[in-house]
C-alpha cells in the first residue's frame, strides 16, 4: 500500500486549487503553477487539504497515487514558499556572476559560459563562487541545478568544478612516488 499517496496535503492560507478536466491549477502568492493530473488517480479538493484517491488497488494505481500527491504537495509548497538550491564553485580562478536573467560562468576553460535561465528561475551571486537558484516549480530548479553543475563537475583529486552544497566529493589519493 502506498504510505506517502494516503497522507492529506494541507493547503495554505492565500493559496488557491482547483481542478477542471484532469488539469490541476495551483495559485499562490509567488506564482500559478498548472499540472495533468493521471486519470487513475482522482483528486478530492476541499477547504483546507487535498487527497489523492484511486479506485484499484493494484501495485500501477498504488504508485500513481504516491506519485501525484508528491507532485501535487510540491506545487502546493512552490507556490506558497518556493524552493531554493545552492551551488558552490571551487578552484583557483573559478567564478560566476548574475547578468540579468542569464548566469556567466568562468570555469577554467579558454572561455566564459554564458548560462540562460529557464522562466520562473532566478539566480543570485554571493562572493563570485555560490550560486542561489530560487523558483516555484521544483522539478524545472532541478533540472536547472543539475544543467549548471554538468558545465564542470567536480573532479575527485583537488575538488575543483562546481558542486551542491549539501554534496559531498570523495577524494580520492593522487600519484605518490615510489623510490
Same mark, same amino acid.
Given at each position: 500500500?502506498?504510505? @506517502?499517496?494516503?497522507?492529506?496535503?494541507?493547503?495554505?492560507?492565500?493559496?488557491?486549487?482547483?481542478?477542471?478536466?484532469?488539469?490541476?491549477?495551483?495559485?499562490?502568492?509567488?506564482?500559478?503553477?498548472?499540472?495533468?493530473?493521471?486519470?487513475?488517480?482522482?483528486?478530492?479538493?476541499?477547504?483546507?487539504?487535498?487527497?489523492?484517491? /484511486?479506485?484499484?488497488?493494484?501495485?500501477?494505481?498504488?504508485?500513481?497515487?504516491?506519485? @501525484?500527491?508528491?507532485? @501535487?504537495?510540491?506545487?502546493?509548497?512552490?507556490?506558497?514558499?518556493?524552493?531554493?538550491?545552492?551551488?558552490?564553485?571551487?578552484?583557483?580562478?573559478?567564478?560566476?556572476?548574475?547578468?540579468?536573467?542569464? @548566469?556567466?560562468?568562468?570555469?577554467?576553460?579558454?572561455?566564459?559560459?554564458?548560462?540562460?535561465?529557464?522562466?520562473?528561475?532566478?539566480?543570485?551571486?554571493?562572493?563570485?563562487?555560490?550560486?542561489?537558484?530560487?523558483?516555484?516549480?521544483?522539478?524545472?530548479?532541478?533540472?536547472?541545478?543539475?544543467?549548471?553543475?554538468?558545465?564542470?563537475?567536480?573532479?575527485?583529486?583537488?575538488?575543483?568544478? /562546481?558542486?551542491?552544497?549539501?554534496?559531498?566529493?570523495?577524494?580520492?589519493?593522487?600519484?605518490?612516488?615510489?623510490?
Amino acid at each position: 500500500m502506498s504510505r @506517502v499517496g494516503k497522507k492529506p496535503i494541507a493547503i495554505p492560507e492565500k493559496t488557491e486549487v482547483s481542478l477542471k478536466a484532469d488539469i490541476l491549477t495551483v495559485k499562490g502568492p509567488k506564482g500559478t503553477l498548472s499540472r495533468q493530473i493521471h486519470p487513475t488517480v482522482k483528486l478530492d479538493i476541499d477547504d483546507t487539504e487535498i487527497k489523492a484517491v /484511486i479506485d484499484h488497488q493494484d501495485r500501477k494505481s498504488r504508485a500513481l497515487q504516491g506519485l @501525484v500527491r508528491s507532485l @501535487v504537495a510540491n506545487m502546493v509548497t512552490g507556490v506558497s514558499t518556493g524552493f531554493e538550491r545552492i551551488l558552490q564553485i571551487n578552484g583557483i580562478g573559478y567564478r560566476a556572476e548574475a547578468k540579468g536573467k542569464s @548566469v556567466l560562468f568562468n570555469l577554467g576553460y579558454s572561455h566564459p559560459i554564458d548560462f540562460p535561465l529557464p522562466e520562473g528561475i532566478t539566480a543570485e551571486v554571493d562572493k563570485n563562487n555560490t550560486v542561489k537558484l530560487m523558483g516555484i516549480d521544483k522539478e524545472l530548479l532541478g533540472q536547472t541545478a543539475a544543467s549548471i553543475r554538468q558545465l564542470r563537475p567536480p573532479e575527485p583529486y583537488k575538488g575543483k568544478g /562546481i558542486k551542491y552544497a549539501d554534496e559531498y566529493i570523495q577524494r580520492k589519493a593522487g600519484k605518490t612516488g615510489t623510490k
